[in-house]
């Protein structure tokens, strides 16, 4: 497969879970990204890795944690969520962090927590 | 704090009309504005792009305007057809930070056959 791929594309989690989401580009870029889409709200960034330092923390709070073992790989392990953090969350890559280049989403997981 | 608003938030148009979707930002520092195009189930993808030394870009039927003194810039779909409904978002991004966005709240495009 090619692009961006994340898995699981659904998933329904109790606020007690431990979860994480995956993400795997096939672009040879050397920057990722976890975005986070709420309806009727912008893309908010999460955080964003090059060369799988992370670069950026947007303030994100400590039940996210993100790992990127190498520049192909990003994870987003999820623990004691929250309901408002129900929302679609994009991963996406880039050819580098400096750049102004095209960044390529993936589909997306749809977090539901319960 | 919103650095990019979009408007509409929702926008209906008939087959082969104009749709017409506008940005403002606040950061001067910004150098690069896209526009993502997202269908449902699917995550945004690049649709055109422009940079503030032309005030106008072209691909096809889509086209970008950018208004550097005003901190405008906008996209119009010429020839709209019901294949285009999706969602649009339009984004910026600065030399300072790099491929690091920030996106519009998005624009839910009809069109209607």
Known sequence: ?114 | QQQVKQSPQSLIVQKGGISIINCAYENTAFDYFPWYQQFPGKGPALLIAIRPDVSEKKEGRFTISFNKSAKQFSLHIMDSQPGDSATYFCAASGETSGSRLTFGEGTQLTVNP
């Open chain 1, 1 to 114: 497969e090619t692009g961006v791929t994340q898995t699981p594309r659904h998933l329904v989690m109790g606020m007690t879970n431990k979860k994480s989401l995956k993400c795997e580009q096939h672009l040879g870029h050397n920057a990722m990204y976890w975005y986070k889409q709420s309806a009727k709200k912008p893309l908010e960034l999460m955080f964003v890795y090059n060369f799988k330092e992370q670069t950026e923390n947007n303030s994100v709070p400590s039940r996210f944690s993100p790992e990127c073992p190498n520049s192909s790989h990003l994870f987003l392990h999820l623990h004691t969520l929250q309901p408002e953090d129900s929302a679609l969350y994009l991963c996406a890559s880039s050819q580098g962090w400096t750049q102004n280049t095209e960044a390529f989403f993936g589909q997306g997981t749809r977090l539901t927590v319960v």
